[in-house]
DNA sequence: AGTAAACAGGACCCAATTAGTCCCGATTGG
DNA sequence: CCAATCGGGACTAATTGGGTCCTGTTTACT
């Protein structure tokens, strides 16, 4: 299966929740209202700090909030946040492992091709595109929190009941 | 690092190496070529023809040949043969695993865009395109057939010297 | 027929990657 | 000063993927 990670995925649903009430928020308060756990939460917004895509503000009511406007953070940024660059191939040019056979690989080259059309593929999706469509889903309310096991949850936002 | 399966990367080669002389060939003869481990060839050859990609012929002097011609086959053809159904989150619409909580996702659906477009682009490029470049790479001979450990080649054929 | 070459399918193991947890130090507001 | 919160990184557990092997079937050739 192609596919991007577990990480990836909860990496949008935490920043479209955030995108949808732009509004600083603890990592904390993040894991409740997405129902991943907090240590999980806390590890990925690292990434996405450290990616320039959230800003963070430190101590006693501090949290994150987005650096740009949602529109402006794509898919692409998103996945290169989480898990690096997008290479297809460990001899693409923006890869940073080394193809030990360069010299003589005669499909050199060639990936970059299908990582260029992949890469815009995936830069022509911004947050603000998801966050639209989340808006116009259809909002449900719930009683309770809805809890959901971690390894249950794919891409959830609990919807705010509070 | 968003990335294709390192078998996937040996299924190019393989294929790449078939297209450029259309002949039958066996695994023990893939594998000598690619460098490729013989089982690993065996594997994969099974996944290729399976999807449809190659023909196989049984018995003594048998082997595989291209189902199609090259040009009628796309690197989303490959990754689709060695590693399933292109779908970057699990509940995305091709997947066959199931997301459990899809009722209440309100992140579901979206990332089928991003699965649309990824496959496009990956639909875009051929295997004939890439037989091409490898032809105007510049053909190397060497007096030995190059031996690569295994663990060292990511996108290798040698080119025959026979 | 008999034998050897080759594919087909699947079980299995080991290594690599990823997911997830935890700890400790730094920062900041009350 | 204390509590809340981020930052970095070490560590463990779980999952996946790469690779091997075995057993059966098909086919060519003698």
Redesign the pocket.
């Known amino acids: 299966?192609f596919k991007v990670?577990?990480?990836?995925d909860?990496a949008t649903v935490v920043l479209i929740d955030i995108a949808r009430t732009d509004t600083v928020?603890?990592?904390?308060r993040i894991a409740e209202r997405t129902g991943i756990?907090?240590?999980?939460v806390?590890?990925l917004?690292?990434s996405l700090?450290?990616a320039g895509l959230v800003a963070?503000?430190?101590?006693?009511?501090?949290?994150?909030s987005l650096c740009r406007p949602a529109k402006d953070i794509s898919v692409a940024d998103v996945i290169q946040a989480v898990?690096g660059p997008i290479a297809l191939t460990a001899c693409a040019d923006t890869s940073d492992e080394e193809c030990n056979i360069q010299k003589l690989c005669p499909v050199q080259g060639k990936w970059n091709r299908v990582n260029t059309a992949v890469r815009s593929a995936l830069s022509e999706v911004t947050l603000a595109d998801m966050v639209d469509e989340v808006a116009t889903f259809g909002r449900k309310t719930f009683d309770a929190p809805a809890v959901v096991t971690?390894?249950v949850v794919t891409s959830a936002v609990v919807t705010e009941v509070r």
Chains 1, 2 share one sequence.
């Open positions: 299966m990670n577990k990480l990836t909860y928020r603890s990592s904390q756990p907090m240590p999980t806390a590890k917004m690292k700090h450290r963070s503000t430190r101590g006693a009511g501090g949290g994150y898990e971690p390894a």
